[in-house]
């Protein structure tokens, strides 16, 4: 079993865009230029340097006129006074995240905060975090570094309050589908995972290897997250690496082309395809849920950073700053998975508008490009055999703990904060 999860969890970090991609490439900044252009007029839409933070409220106009802070765009500045937690002070760090449990000797990863531009993003409050979730739920739905957010969280929150472990009143599989329970502030804290957000199965019918080709029925949203969420009021997307793998893309149960699948009469539409078409299914699922009356956030996609080779020939992540913004620029494919999934978002949030909800941007791409170094890269639990022999990659994908992941949980602080001032309560009853 844990054989199975290490080989599913190293993915790949560069991608050589295909013909194709190119095209789609080009084609992209024209279509979400014309989206622009098509929203624009309307008063209520937000200009794309906002998206990320604006439109909190829905009922109150007038504050909707008061500036506010990007929090999104900043540097990242040096900062001395470390880490909220440590592998001492919370346990619940697992192995795979336990950079310095397992041996990472610098330190001054740790050292660094995002400083916006135009404000200051406020400390994680914990007290205050929870003040905000009480009797309430969250959900996060994707892969294993939406679960490293949350993996993040339990730590910000462990010095104020001890969750329990209700997983298995609910799934046996406690690893893919985690329940916390946090007692004193009936709050909470689930991981659902779905790692394509969309329907999966493989091609292979014998089985299931990680390496193996995957049907992506991109018109149908997991189940697995789906018949789960309707009730949480709090729900953060996310997905990424999985969709560089090589795929079968399906729409209305026919095949409509594939992602690195060679196989003959099968058209390669590139990963943007299958990002973009399950982005959209998964976004639309969960707002036209029926009973669905949470706040929703995309959290975007979130950059690996191999260095020297691929992620499976030896890549691998040794940095111990950030990089400056001179030193790095969002381009490439990284640009385009992530303007893909913008346009997706900009679609959805005018569809959960009409239907008085809320979805916010989690803009992280780029702040997370800067941080080559917050990865586990070898520090991890059993990456050498007692021979002292490498037994599974480098892990450039997800992200130490503590580290820079504890920023998104800064961020989502915030938005909660933005968004609890108006009652996220009474948005929720004036919709119902
Ligand atoms: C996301 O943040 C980056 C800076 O980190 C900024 O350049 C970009 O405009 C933001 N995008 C949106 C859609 O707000
Ligand atoms: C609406 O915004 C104004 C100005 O920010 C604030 O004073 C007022 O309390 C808000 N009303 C509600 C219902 O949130
Ligand atoms: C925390 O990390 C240090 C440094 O590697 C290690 O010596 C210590 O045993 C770890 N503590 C726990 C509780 O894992
Ligand atoms: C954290 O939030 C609580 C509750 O809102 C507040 O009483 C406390 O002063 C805050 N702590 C800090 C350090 O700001
Ligand atoms: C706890 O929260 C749930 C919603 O998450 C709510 O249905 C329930 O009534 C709450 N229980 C108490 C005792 O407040
Ligand atoms: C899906 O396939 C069915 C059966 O072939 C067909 O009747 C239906 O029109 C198709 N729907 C779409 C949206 O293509």
Not at 91 to 106: E, S, T, V
Not at 127 to 144: N, P, R
Not at 160 to 183: C, G, H, L, N
Not at 253 to 271: A, M, N, Q
Request: net charge neutral.
């Amino acid at each position: 079993m844990m054989l199975r999860i290490k080989s599913l969890e190293n993915l790949h970090g560069k991608y050589t865009p295909s013909r194709n991609t190119t095209k789609s490439v080009i084609l992209l900044p024209l279509i979400l230029l014309l989206l622009i252009f098509l929203v624009y007029p309307y008063q209520s839409f937000p200009k794309i340097s906002e998206v990320g933070t604006n439109n909190l409220n829905l009922n109150n106009r007038s504050s909707s006129d008061t500036k506010r802070c990007n929090i999104f765009n900043g540097d990242w500045v040096p900062y001395s006074e470390g880490p909220y937690y440590n592998n001492e002070t919370c346990n619940l760090i697992i192995d795979q995240q336990n950079c310095i449990k397992f041996g990472r000797p610098d330190m001054e990863f740790l050292k660094w905060r995002w400083k916006p531009y135009e404000c200051e993003l406020p400390l994680f409050n914990a007290t205050q975090f929870l003040e905000i979730v009480k009797g309430k739920s969250m959900a996060f739905v994707g892969d294993s570094v939406g679960r490293n957010q949350m993996n993040s969280l339990l730590c910000l929150l462990s010095h104020v309050a001890q969750p329990e472990d209700i997983s298995q009143r609910y799934k046996t599989d406690a690893i893919y589908f985690r329940r916390w329970f946090y007692a004193d502030y009936n709050f909470t804290l689930v991981t659902l995972w779905s790692p394509y957000l969309v329907k999966t199965s493989d091609v292979d019918p014998n089985g299931h290897s990680s390496n193996s080709l995957m049907n992506l029925h991109l018109d149908k949203a997991d189940e697995a997250w789906v018949r789960e969420i309707e009730s949480f009021d709090f729900v953060i997307v996310s997905a990424g690496q999985w969709f560089f793998r090589p795929l079968i893309f399906y729409e209305n149960d026919t095949i409509v082309g594939c992602h690195k699948c060679e196989l003959k009469g099968i058209k390669d539409l590139s990963h943007y395809y299958g990002y973009k078409m399950a982005m959209r299914t998964a976004l639309r699922s969960l707002i036209n849920l029926k009973g669905y009356k949470g706040v929703t956030f995309l959290r975007t996609f979130s950059p690996a950073h191999f260095e020297n080779a691929d992620w499976n020939k030896g890549g691998s992540c040794e940095r111990t700053k950030p990089y400056t913004k001179e030193e790095i620029k969002l381009d490439g494919y990284i640009l385009w998975t992530y303007m893909t999934q913008v346009e997706e978002f900009i679609e959805a949030q005018r569809e959960a508008k009409e239907r008085g909800l809320q979805l916010l941007m989690m803009n992280t791409t780029e702040i997370m490009l800067r941080r080559p170094d917050g990865h586990p890269n070898n520090y991890v639990y059993g990456h050498h055999s007692s021979k002292g022999k490498k037994v599974i990659h480098n892990d450039c994908v997800h992200w130490c703990l503590p580290g820079p992941i504890d920023t998104w949980n800064e961020f989502l602080l915030y938005l909660l904060k933005m968004g609890s001032q108006f009652s996220f309560n009474s948005n929720l009853e004036r919709f119902v």
